[in-house]
């Protein structure tokens, strides 16, 4: 069984992703045992992308 935790991560740019805070948030992640598991598109404005929530998973 898993158990999963998310963080948002807010968006910049229209044409391509422009934040590296993803990186650094699934690699903090990781330091604690958690693995990556996916993205869910939160937040849409004007066509683009502003939010998304990683979703983390570990084994309990």
């Known amino acids: 069984m898993y158990t999963y935790e998310y963080e948002r991560i807010y968006v910049r740019g229209f044409i391509r ?3 590296k805070e993803y990186e650094e948030a699934i690699a903090r992640w990781a330091e604690d045992g958690w693995r ?4 869910i598109p ?11 929530d990683l979703i983390f998973e570990k084994e309990v």
């Open 42 to 52: 939160a937040v849409w404005a004007n066509g683009a992308l502003t939010e998304m």
């Open 17 to 19: 992703l422009e934040t």
């Open 36 to 39: 990556y598991a996916g993205l």
